[in-house]
């Protein structure tokens, strides 16, 4: 059982644009999020987290938001640069000492 | 270096044979990861270390699949037998004191089992 679904394998944006990347997850426990990047032959890099105290946490042009009621949340990219384009996962873990839980991640191309 | 090292980046294999993936962790990380990526599947964990000790050995696909880890440091990742539905990049992770914090990934190790 998937407990963090990314539902869009893929998605295309055109350069400056917004991307809206969106994950949702199952477990209640969750209490810490994370976003990241990885691009082919390379391992995936940190890119932004989110702590379950907050509803939104912003880092230049990355933005992630939590909706706890609705176990979903959101990484939105603006403006979007053709550097972007790579695979984003989503991943969440419950206390400190639990593992991370990945998504299966959303590929995103970005059109200059 | 100070990033997560992996070696070695690519492996190809028969198919009934055992290779070991090694990872060196980024120094004093306690918490190691291992994680494998088939073709255009998403991460899927293997196996947790907090120190020398294994908490998490759920994602471990068979028993053809092992682990360890020495000294806190270094891991190796043992896979018996191969069989084709192990190719795969395997991936390692490292993360400071406690579990939870942000993972640092190594480069991958391709395994190709013909």
């Known amino acids: 059982d998937q407990q963090v679904k990314q539902n869009s394998p893929s998605l295309s944006v055109q350069e400056g644009r917004i991307s809206i990347l969106n994950c949702d997850y199952t477990?209640?426990?969750?209490?810490?999020f994370l976003w990241y990047k990885k691009y082919p032959a390379e391992g995936p890099t940190f890119l932004i987290s989110?702590?379950?105290?907050?509803d939104k946490n912003e880092d230049g042009r990355f933005t992630v938001f939590l909706n706890k009621s609705a176990k979903h949340l959101s990484l939105h990219i603006v403006p979007s640069q053709p550097g972007d384009s790579a695979v984003y996962f989503c991943?969440?873990?419950?206390?400190?000492?639990?593992?991370?839980?990945f998504g299966p991640g959303t590929s995103l191309s970005v059109i200059p | 270096g100070a990033g997560v090292s992996q070696s070695p980046s690519n492996k190809v294999t028969e198919k009934g044979k055992d290779v070991e993936l090694r990872c060196d962790p980024i120094s004093g990380h306690t918490a190691l990861y291992w994680y494998r990526q088939s073709l255009g599947q998403g991460l899927e964990f293997l196996i947790y270390f907090q120190g020398n000790s294994a908490p998490d050995k759920s994602g471990l696909p068979s028993d053809r699949f092992s682990a360890e880890r020495t000294g806190g440091s270094v891991s190796t990742l043992t896979i018996q037998r191969t069989q084709q539905e192990d190719s795969a990049v395997y991936l390692c992770?490292?993360?400071?004191?406690?579990?939870?914090?942000?993972?640092?990934f190594g480069p991958g190790t391709r395994l190709t089992v013909l």
């Open positions: 477990n209640s426990m969750f209490d810490y």
């Open positions: 991943a969440a873990r419950g206390t400190s000492y639990d593992k991370v839980i």
């Open positions: 989110i702590s379950s105290i907050k």
């Open positions: 992770a490292s993360s400071s004191t406690r579990g939870g914090d942000t993972q640092y």
